[in-house]
């Protein structure tokens, strides 16, 4: 079945510290990538997606390139906030409805 | 305001005791689905709608029952509770069951089996 890894965490970094959080996935067929964000006791609201081979897709600083030749979808930010402290959530979504999400990633950034 | 709403926000209850988490949204959204999260388990899709009178599993259906009567609502059943059913459940919904479409998440429901 379909399945997404994400990098262990949890991450701390600093503020204005580069950020990475790795994404691998498996999955038969196109999917549709994601990443989600949870902030403490929210439910997860889209960060941002891409749909296709080589799409970037980008929201608030954060980037992230559908790299379907390493089945990667790695987030970046260049430089992080104190408020960028959440659980990030990589995700896929095939055309026939069904969700796959990775363990989640705590990051808290430090002033 | 176009939101996900779940109800109840949080919830005790003993093993055995039938219950229903309701979920409604007001986006006109043919998709919904509902899902667990547990720590070190990220999300699991428990079951989804791809439209009134149509669901289908996902992938941990185990102990749960869904309805799909009405677009704007998606209730989750635990017929018999058990504690291994402990967990924070999100229902979703998007525009359709395609991909590319961003799924809108409730508050989430806290659910706790003694």
């Known amino acids: 079945g379909d399945s997404v890894t994400q990098m262990e965490g949890p991450v701390t970094l600093s503020e204005e510290a580069f950020l990475t959080i790795n994404c691998t996935y498996t999955?038969?067929?196109?999917?549709?990538l994601f990443w989600y964000v949870q902030y403490p006791g929210e439910g997860l609201q889209l960060l941002l997606k891409?749909?296709?081979?080589?799409d970037k897709g980008s929201n608030k600083g954060f980037e992230a390139t559908y790299r379907k030749e390493t089945t990667s979808f790695h987030l970046e930010k260049g430089s992080v906030q104190v408020s960028d402290s959440a659980v990030y959530f990589c995700?896929?979504?095939?055309?026939?409805?069904?969700?796959?999400f990775g363990d989640g990633t705590t990051l808290t950034v430090k002033p | 305001e176009a939101q996900v709403t779940q109800n109840p926000r949080y919830l005790i209850t003993v093993t055995g005791k039938k219950l229903t988490v309701t979920c409604s949204q007001n986006m006109n959204h043919e998709y919904m689905s509902w899902y667990r999260q547990d720590p070190g388990l990220g999300l699991r899709q428990i079951y989804y709608?791809?439209?009134?009178?149509?669901?289908d599993k996902g992938d941990v259906p185990e102990g749960y029952k869904v309805s799909r009567k009405e677009k704007r609502n998606f209730p989750l059943i635990l017929e018999s509770p058990s504690p291994n059913q402990t967990s924070l459940y999100f229902c979703a919904s998007s525009l359709s069951s395609g991909g590319p479409d961003t799924q809108y998440f409730g508050p989430g429901t806290r659910l706790t089996v003694l």
């Open positions: 999955a038969t067929g196109y999917p549709s």
């Open positions: 709608s791809m439209n009134v009178e149509v669901t």
């Open positions: 891409a749909t296709k081979a080589d």
């Open positions: 995700a896929l979504r095939t055309n026939a409805g069904k969700s796959t």
